[in-house]
């Protein structure tokens, strides 16, 4: 099963707020494929997502970390966004270099 919510529009609240909430640029959401981990909001929480598949509309992702709130989805569960609902993008090379 893949699960489908009303997923938080990254880039219109970085819109409204460009001083004080930041999301990935275009540029950087272009170059994420399989295999990427991003972070996605459902408007209660924040969590990561490791991409499994991109189309020209959507993406399929397995849920990367455990949730606290009352989802009907979970840690290792598949859902299904678009890449302007993409919040952050996680970088291991800037783990390494810390």
């Known amino acids: 099963m893949i699960y489908e919510d009303s997923w938080v529009d990254a880039q219109e609240k970085a819109k409204k707020a460009p001083f004080t909430f930041f999301a990935p640029s275009i540029s950087e959401l272009e170059d994420i494929k ?19 598949l991109i189309s020209d509309e959507d993406i399929i992702g397995t849920i990367d970390n455990d949730l606290l709130g009352n989802n009907p989805y979970k840690c290792g569960d598949k859902v299904k966004f678009h890449k302007n609902n993409i919040y952050d993008i996680y970088n291991d090379s800037e783990q390494d270099s810390a």
């Open 34 to 52: 399989a295999g990427s981990i991003v972070k996605i909001c459902n408007g209660d929480e924040r969590f990561w997502v490791t991409v499994n």
